[in-house]
C-alpha cells in the first residue's frame, strides 16, 4: 500500500504566501510524476501543477508564475510554494503521485486526503 499525506494548508490573506507538502510512503519502487490538484466548492477538480521523475514541470495560465512546484526524489516528497495567493485560490489541494508499487511492481494512482486552503479578501 502507498499513502501520500500532505500538510501546508490554512487561512492566509490575498497577496500571501502558502507552502503545501506532500510525502510518500508505503511499498514504494519508484514514483513517475507528481502532481497538485485542487476543487472548490460546486467545481470539477483541476490541475495546479505537476512534475515528472526528470524534473519537467507544467502549470495552467491561472497560477503560472505564481506558483511552484518541486519534488525531492530521495526523500519520496513533493512541494507547492504559492505566492501571491489570490480568493479564487480557495480550495483542497490534493497530492498526486504514479508509484510503482513493490513487491509485483504495479502501477498505481494515489491521491492524499487533501488539504484546506482558504485565501480572504
Known amino acids: 500500500q502507498v499513502q501520500l499525506v500532505e500538510s501546508g494548508g490554512g487561512l492566509v490573506q490575498a497577496g500571501g504566501s502558502l507552502r503545501l507538502s506532500c510525502a510518500a510512503s508505503?511499498?514504494?519502487?519508484?514514483?513517475?510524476?507528481m502532481g497538485w490538484y485542487r476543487q472548490a466548492p460546486g467545481k470539477q477538480r483541476e490541475l495546479v501543477a505537476t512534475?515528472?521523475?526528470?524534473?519537467?514541470?507544467n502549470y495552467p495560465d491561472s497560477v503560472k508564475g505564481r506558483f511552484t512546484i518541486s519534488r525531492d526524489a530521495a526523500k519520496n516528497t513533493v512541494a507547492l510554494q504559492m505566492n501571491s495567493l489570490k480568493p479564487e485560490d480557495t480550495a483542497v489541494y490534493y497530492c498526486?503521485?504514479?508509484?510503482?508499487?513493490?513487491?509485483?511492481?504495479?502501477?498505481?494512482?494515489?491521491w492524499g486526503q487533501g488539504t484546506l486552503v482558504t485565501v480572504s479578501s
Open positions: 508505503g511499498s514504494i519502487f519508484s514514483i513517475n510524476a
Open positions: 512534475i515528472t521523475s526528470g524534473g519537467s514541470t
Open positions: 498526486n503521485a504514479g508509484v510503482i508499487s513493490g513487491p509485483r511492481y504495479l502501477y498505481v494512482e494515489v
